[in-house]
C-alpha cells in the first residue's frame, strides 16, 4: 500500500476514468488493475482500522462490546502464535553467546543481544 495520498490520487483517477466511455478490452483491463489495487489499499486501511481497534481494546481504551468473539479470537491466535514460535525455535536448537550469555538459534550468525560473531 502507498501513502495516503497515494490512495487518494488512485480514487481520484479511477473516478475520472469511470467518467470516460469504456470501448474496448485494454481500458476493461486498465481498470480491473485500478479496481484491484483500490481493493488492495483499502484491505490494507481496514486492517490498520482493525489493528488499531485490538489495542485500543486490548489497552481498555474502547469496550470490547461488540467484539468479544473476535478479540477472543484474536487472543486465542496470538497464543497459538507465540507457541508455534517456540517450537521453531526449540526445533532449531540454542546455543549460548559466550560474551554476554543471550540464548541464541543455532541458525543464528550473530548475537541477538550484544552482535556477538557466533560462527
Ligand atoms: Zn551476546
Request: proline letters at 1%; a positive charge.
Amino acid at each position: 500500500m502507498g501513502t495516503f495520498d497515494d490512495v487518494m490520487e488512485n480514487a481520484r483517477y479511477a473516478a475520472h476514468e469511470a467518467g470516460k466511455k469504456i470501448s474496448n478490452t485494454a481500458d476493461i483491463a486498465g481498470l480491473k488493475l485500478q479496481e484491484a489495487s483500490i481493493r488492495r489499499d483499502m484491505r490494507a486501511v481496514y486492517e490498520k482500522m482493525g489493528k488499531d481497534m485490538y489495542k485500543k481494546i486490548a489497552d481498555g481504551i474502547v469496550s470490547s462490546e461488540g467484539y468479544k468473539k473476535e478479540v477472543s479470537l484474536l487472543d486465542e491466535l496470538s497464543t497459538q502464535l507465540k507457541m508455534v514460535k517456540q517450537l521453531i525455535e526449540k526445533a532449531k536448537g540454542s546455543i549460548k553467546c559466550p560474551v554476554c550469555g543471550q540464548s541464541c538459534t543455532n541458525d543464528s550468525i550473530y548475537c541477538k543481544k550484544c552482535g556477538n560473531k557466533l560462527k
